[in-house]
């Protein structure tokens, strides 16, 4: 990678660095691909009258708050903003679909890497060692039925591994 190249990288990188993950604490609305919304909240109390009468007219189904929800329904949600309705019947047998306990920052975290592998965007998980950036890859390929491909990158790995792996991808 030339000098100039990598300078415009670190640059745009270095933008990423001071992201609160507090932004949890405002309504999330995921507009879906199969023609449905799905909104995520926090608090029933920080939401607007505007994005009320947006969930009553819209959405049309009743504000819960993600400390409410059961871990069948937040996993009934990651479905609806991830796969269609032939796909979610298919899935609702399986039992390891049930196997993840979600709290609210995985939960928001694979939602957000879904909207992002959706519009084509790259996703970088970075994090120590076993907080489960692996898992949740995972289980949003088994979920949307995609082939995931990981790779480990330590001190040891050279640029030109992690280029080639993303080529052969």
């Given at each position: 990678m030339n000098f100039i190249r990598k300078t415009e990288v670190e640059a745009q990188a270095s933008r990423f660095h001071d992201v609160p993950w507090d932004v949890y604490t405002y309504p999330f609305i995921v507009f879906n691909d199969f023609g449905t919304v799905t909104s995520i909240y926090t608090s029933v109390e920080k939401i607007s009258q505007p994005l009320r009468e947006f969930q009553n007219d819209v959405v049309k189904k009743p504000?819960?708050?993600y400390e409410d929800m059961e871990q069948s329904e937040i996993v009934e949600r990651l479905l609806e903003i991830c796969v269609d309705e032939a796909r979610k019947n298919k899935l609702r047998s399986q039992v390891d679909l049930y196997n993840i306990v979600f709290t609210l920052d995985n939960?928001?975290?694979?939602?957000?890497?879904?909207?992002?592998?959706?519009?084509?965007?790259?996703?970088?998980?970075?994090?120590?060692?076993?907080?489960?950036?692996?898992s949740l890859v995972e289980y949003l390929a088994k979920i949307i039925d995609a082939e995931c491909?990981?790779?480990?990158?330590?001190?040891?790995?050279?640029?030109?591994?992690?280029?080639?792996?993303?080529l052969n991808a």
């Open positions: 504000f819960i708050e939960f928001m975290k694979i939602v957000l890497i879904h909207l992002r592998l959706r519009a084509h965007m790259p996703v970088i998980l970075m994090g120590e060692t076993g907080v489960g950036k692996t491909l990981t790779m480990n990158v330590h001190a040891g790995v050279s640029e030109e591994e992690i280029v080639t792996h993303v």
